[in-house]
């Protein structure tokens, strides 16, 4: 599980939009990418931070498949 905290796509008073908003896991992102422009995200950037999610998601889910 990652928290939104480790993503560097975003500023800290982006985070803290998304946590104000109950956005707290990378991978709430991942599920529904439209948190992101509630949050008030420009579309690039949305872009730019759902890839970074995903990359993190998709290391965690391929690391526990060998535990």
Not at 37 to 65: D, F, H, I, P, Y
């Amino acid at each position: 599980l990652y928290p939104i905290t480790c993503l560097t796509t975003l500023t800290s008073g982006e985070k803290r939009n998304l946590l104000e908003n109950k956005v707290v896991l990378c991978g709430e992102i991942c599920e529904n990418p439209s948190v992101l422009k509630r949050a008030g995200l420009r579309e690039t950037q949305m872009k730019q931070v759902s890839e970074e999610a995903m990359e993190l998601c998709n290391v965690l889910n391929r690391n526990a498949t060998y535990l």
